[in-house]
């Protein structure tokens, strides 16, 4: 499988169960990494949404091998344009986990 640009696949052992890290820096400018590791194959979606519950940006909606990999989001919505400040949820979905988490974006 080739991932996208900006995701990066960390080279360890398969981890032995599901975990999300929370995205560092977090208060961010101009951009943060979330980091999650999968211990099977799954499809993965990572959504940002504004506060009003909007899907501002899709990092990733796609098959994922077992193992650790991070996420960069850049402070732009899905049309490259800049979001303003302010805090933001991100939710990432594998299967029947859903993990959602703030984010704080400081221009």
Do not use: C
């Amino acid at each position: 499988m080739e991932l996208p640009a900006n995701v990066i696949e960390h080279p360890v052992d398969i981890p032995v169960e599901w975990s999300i890290v929370a995205a560092y820096p977090n208060p961010f400018n101009p951009e943060t990494t979330i980091r999650f590791d999968l211990a099977a194959s799954t499809i993965v979606r990572l959504r940002i949404y504004n506060v009003l519950g909007q899907v501002v940006r899709v990092l990733t909606d796609q098959r994922y091998t077992a193992g650790s990999f991070s996420l960069v989001f850049d402070g732009r919505d899905s049309k490259g344009r800049d979001l303003a400040s302010g805090v933001y949820i991100y939710q990432l979905r594998t299967g029947d986990v859903v993990i959602n988490k703030k984010l704080i974006l400081m221009r």
